[in-house]
Nanobody, 125 residues
Framework: QVQLVESGGGQVQAGGSLRLLCSAS????????LAWYRQGPGKERELVAG???????NYVDSVKGRFTISRDNAAKTLYLQMHSLKPEDTAVYYC???????????????????WGQGTQVTVSS
């Protein structure tokens, strides 16, 4: 079974920086597309940044140029470096692992979609 554990959240002033980490258990980390989502007060969960198995990244427009997503497959860790934080970045941040693996010699495929428990980021003005 896979578990995702986020850390690194906290409270900072506007303009500050934080680095979020998501540590994974299990053996499928390298086979997964990874992402950070967030859910602010009274808002729906939104995709913040994603990184594919090949390292291609994408970001929501509101964080482009300020946030950087990266992954370390050997350490089974996903990162989100956040700079120039704004009060509107306040949210619970979740990591997500999604993909598919071959489960037997006949080529049967199992899709997976795992979430962490979230870490709170609070940015004060």
């Amino acid at each position: 079974q896979v578990q995702l554990v986020e850390s690194g959240g906290g409270q900072v002033q506007a303009g500050g920086s934080l680095r979020l980490l998501c540590s994974a258990s299990g053996r499928i980390f390298a086979d997964a597309n990874l992402a950070w989502y967030r859910q602010g007060p009274g808002k729906e969960r939104e995709l913040v940044a994603g990184i594919t198995t090949g390292g291609t990244t994408n970001y929501v427009d509101s964080v482009k140029g300020r946030f950087t997503i990266s992954r370390d497959n050997a350490a089974k860790t996903l990162y989100l470096q956040m700079h120039s934080l704004k009060p509107e970045d306040t949210a619970v941040y979740y990591c997500n692992m999604k993909g598919r693996v071959v489960v037997n010699v006949e080529g049967a495929v199992r899709e997976f979609d795992y979430w962490g428990q979230g870490t709170q980021v609070t940015v004060s003005s």
